[in-house]
């Protein structure tokens, strides 16, 4: 079946560092999402990626999606201790019924 | 308009009983997942549900089952119990089966004594 990778599992940065967690599927996707889950909060949805080579910018983060839909990355420039949770990606293969897969996140440390 | 609310938030059970939990989906959104997250092994995905019919189901025993109202309320049910199904089971909604953002609950976090 579809499995979802995510490196890497965690990353501690001083505060004001860079900050990046890759995603790989074993299959092409037809979207990539992405979600912040704070401590002891639930996921809450980041952003959509659909297009091949898709790159989107939310203030502080950049999203990229790989040529082949296969891969994708969300980088934080600057890092500050709001930035702190696990990041996931998550994607569903091209096609109908077919369920959504998440990665197994990146649990991101900012230390002031 | 409210979120995705579940109940109850927190549960205590004994091995070999079952449990029920509930999830009521944002206004509007027709589609619900459950998934189950334990700090090792990530979100792992339950059920998928659409206008009361079952899309999807991911790699659980049969003793893990669900359903959804035709309101698109959702329930999960888990029947006998074991030790290693204490987790935290999240239910996310979206608007329909596609593409679409997953809004999640709060959880409901179950223990297995």
């Known amino acids: 079946g579809q499995q979802v990778m995510q490196i890497p599992q965690y990353q501690h940065v001083q505060e004001g560092e860079d900050f990046t967690t890759y995603c790989n599927s074993s299959t092409t996707l037809s979207n990539i999402q992405w979600y912040k889950q704070r401590p002891g909060g639930h996921p809450v949805f980041l952003i959509q990626?659909?297009?091949?080579?898709e790159v989107k910018k939310q203030k502080r983060l950049t999203f990229q999606f790989g040529e082949a839909k296969k891969n994708s990355s969300l980088h934080i420039t600057a890092t500050q201790t709001t930035d702190v949770g696990t990041y996931f990606c998550?994607?569903?293969?091209?096609?109908?019924?077919?369920?959504?897969?998440f990665g197994s996140g990146t649990q991101l440390t900012v230390l002031p | 308009k409210a979120g995705v609310t579940q109940t109850p938030r927190y549960l205590i059970k004994t091995r070999g009983q079952q449990v029920t939990l509930s999830c009521s989906p944002i206004s509007g959104h027709r589609s619900v997942s459950w998934y189950q997250q334990t700090p090792g092994q990530g979100l792992q995905f339950l059920f998928e549900?659409?206008?009361?019919?079952?899309?999807n189901k991911g790699n659980f025993p049969g003793r893990f089952s669900g359903r959804q109202f035709s309101n698109s309320r959702s329930e999960m049910n888990v029947s006998t119990l074991e030790l290693g199904d204490s987790a935290l089971y999240l239910c996310a909604s979206s608007l329909d089966a596609g593409n679409q953002p997953q809004h999640f609950g709060d959880g409901t976090r179950l223990s297995i004594l």
């Open positions: 549900y659409f206008s009361e019919t079952q899309r």
């Open positions: 998550a994607g569903r293969p091209p096609g109908s019924a077919r369920q959504l897969t």
């Open positions: 990626l659909v297009k091949s080579g």
